[in-house]
Each structure stands twice: as structure tokens, then as C-alpha cells.
């Protein structure tokens, strides 16, 4: 199975990691698998499309700090196919609750399947990963456990939204730290602490991937709004019409509230208020934003993000793996130009 790693200028640790990312391949498509045919076409609908898989990749890149002969010993590549199951299991869910068309391309599992049976493959894949991490010991359980209760608490945060008199960018900063950054940041402290490094570099490297998912979903917020639908997969503006803002709404919302708001972005937001209901309306309101500069504010953010988490890196030791580390940091924003 070929899998392309992205260039993270270490061409050595490319090579090495590469045949365990095609090991995490094999094991995640045959975790998906289910015994009856129908049921295998819905769960495995979400890992078929592709995907990224950057959270496997961050464990075996962080495994690398560890003992080298560990790095990619089979609880590694069990925990790395588990943070992808994680991953994927959320997807089902966000889906329904986003009532999202299409996801990676193609259309989401709620819209051929019903949103009954996408939550019902989506607790499948859960129960699944949970079992990959049982096999780890209570510390790797202990940690999951609280990943998976961020995942749900940023969940339901971001349906409740934020009590009154709170910052709203810094709360939906923190519904990202727990929606994504949570399971990126247990990716890298997986591989680190699975393949003999110590608690403080596991440490790090958590603080690390917290950091780097949030900078990863704040791009994303550009992206969603700067890409076509081809190249996201994801029909750009979904949020909009959901009522979910994203970071750019929120930075205008920010403004609104302070003064400072132009015409341009106050058009914006009194069209979001509007019917978004036909893709025309909303086509609009995503080519007003695009042509807006809190667009470009935003990018900025990702940018700050990412400079923080390669920031985080500091104590650990100069050499291939924090080389790499850096690189996927980038890679997280370099989507952006």
C-alpha cells in the first residue's frame, strides 16, 4: 500500500516512518471493516474517501523522540490507527450535527444513510478505538478517556455558545482547543510516551499538538470560505447557513461590537441574519467575506498558532524529529498562501 507522506525535510525519518504509516493504513481500513456487507459500506464509508491522516503521522514522528527500536513496535501503530478512529468516529457525528452535505469530497454518510445509522457507525468506530487503546494499559485508557471528553464537552459547548459576557473569539479559540487540538495533542503524546521518551518530553510534545490542531482548524476557517468545494471537499459556507460562526465572522462580530466595523463587514453580517436558505444567498455571503481583509486577519491567527506550538518545542533536544515537528507545524498553515 502506498502511502504519500507529506515533505517534512527530513528525508531519513521519512523513510522510516513510511512503512509504518502503511502499517496504520492496513489496520485502519480493517478496523472500519464490519461483517455484513451494509454495515461495512457505512463505516467504512469516511476512511475510503482519504483524508490527511496528519494525527497518525504525528505519532510516529513523535515516537521518534523515544527509543528508537519502539518507535514503531506495534503499540505505537495500534495507538496511531486509534487516534484516527477517534477522528473519524467524530466526523460521523459532526456531520449529523452540522447536517453537512459533504465531507472529504463526497457526500456525507447522514445524507446516504440517515443521521440514526451515522451516529450509530459513528459510536461504532468509538467503541473500536476504544478497544485498540484498552490494549495499551490504564495510563493510555486514562488519557483517551479524558481526549474523547474534551471532544464531546467542545462539542457541546459550541451548541450552547458562550455564557454571557464572554469573549466569543476566545471561546470558540477553546471549543477548538477541545474539538480538535485535544486529539492532536493525545496523537503526539501517544507515540512520544509509547516509544520509551519521558513525561517531560511527552509534555511538550502534547503542548505541542494542542496547539498546532487549533492552528490547523482556524486555516481551516479560511479554507472553508477561500477554496472551492473541490478542493475542501466541503461546500464552502455550510457553517453560515448552519448559524455556526466561524473565526472570521466572530473577528467582524468582535468589531461590530467595539466600533470599529466597516460597511463591508457590516453588510456581511446583516446578510448572514438574512435567508441563507438557497445557494445563491449564500454563495454571496461567502464571496463578501473572501473579499474581506478579516480573511487575512484570520490567516494571521493560524500564523500565531502555529508560531506558538513551534515555540513549545524549545527544550527539546536539536535533531530530526523536532526538525520534522517544525515542518508539520508549517504544513498546517502553508495551505493557506
Known amino acids: 500500500m502506498n502511502v504519500q507522506t507529506p515533505d517534512l525535510h527530513v528525508p531519513d525519518l521519512e523513510l522510516r516512518i513510511t512503512p509504518g504509516l502503511e502499517a496504520v493504513e492496513r489496520?485502519?481500513?480493517?478496523?472500519?471493516?464490519?461483517s455484513r456487507d451494509l454495515m461495512d459500506e457505512l463505516t467504512r464509508h469516511l476512511a475510503v474517501?482519504?483524508?490527511k491522516r496528519m494525527r497518525p503521522l504525528l505519532t510516529l514522528v513523535c515516537a521518534q523522540l523515544g527509543d528508537p527500536e519502539r518507535a514503531l513496535d506495534?503499540?505505537?501503530?495500534?495507538a496511531a490507527t486509534a487516534v484516527e478512529l477517534t477522528h473519524l468516529a467524530s466526523l460521523y457525528h459532526d456531520d449529523v450535527m452540522d447536517s453537512a452535505p459533504t465531507r472529504r469530497g463526497v457526500p456525507s454518510a447522514q445524507r446516504l444513510w440517515g443521521n440514526n445509522r451515522a451516529i450509530l457507525a459513528g459510536d461504532?468506530?468509538?467503541a473500536r478505538?476504544?478497544?485498540?487503546?484498552?490494549?495499551?494499559?490504564?495510563?493510555m485508557v486514562d488519557h483517551h478517556a479524558r481526549t474523547f471528553e474534551r471532544l464531546c464537552e467542545g462539542?457541546?459547548?459550541?451548541?450552547?455558545g458562550p455564557t454571557p459576557g464572554a469573549d466569543h473569539v476566545d471561546f470558540y479559540l477553546q471549543v477548538l482547543a477541545d474539538k480538535?487540538?485535544?486529539l492532536v495533542s493525545a496523537a503526539a503524546s501517544f507515540g512520544a510516551l509509547l516509544a520509551g521518551a519521558s513525561e517531560s518530553v511527552g509534555d511538550i510534545v502534547s503542548d505541542f499538538g494542542e496547539k498546532v490542531g487549533v492552528a490547523f482548524q482556524i486555516a481551516d476557517d479560511v479554507l472553508d470560505l477561500a477554496s472551492s468545494g473541490e478542493q475542501s471537499g466541503k461546500t464552502p459556507g455550510t457553517d453560515l447557513r448552519e448559524g455556526v460562526d466561524t473565526l472570521p465572522v466572530l473577528l467582524l462580530r468582535r468589531r461590530e461590537a467595539s466600533g470599529a466595523i466597516d460597511p463591508a463587514g457590516a453588510r456581511i453580517l446583516r446578510d448572514l441574519a438574512g435567508d441563507l436558505s438557497s445557494d445563491e444567498a449564500l454563495a454571496d455571503v461567502v464571496e463578501q467575506l473572501r473579499a474581506h481583509d478579516v480573511v487575512e486577519e484570520t490567516r494571521e491567527l493560524a500564523r500565531a498558532w502555529a508560531r506558538d506550538a513551534v515555540q513549545a518545542l524549545e527544550d527539546l533536544p536539536e535533531g530530526e524529529a523536532r526538525t520534522a515537528l517544525v515542518s508539520f507545524a508549517n504544513l498546517m498553515v502553508d495551505r493557506l498562501v
Open 155 to 160: 462539542q457541546l459547548n459550541e451548541t450552547f
Open 74 to 78: 506495534d503499540k505505537v501503530l495500534t
Open 180 to 182: 480538535t487540538g485535544s
Open 129 to 139: 478505538a476504544s478497544l485498540l487503546i484498552a490494549s495499551l494499559g490504564s495510563q
Open 27 to 34: 489496520r485502519l481500513l480493517d478496523s472500519v471493516s464490519s
Open 124 to 126: 461504532i468506530l468509538f
Open 49 to 51: 474517501a482519504g483524508g
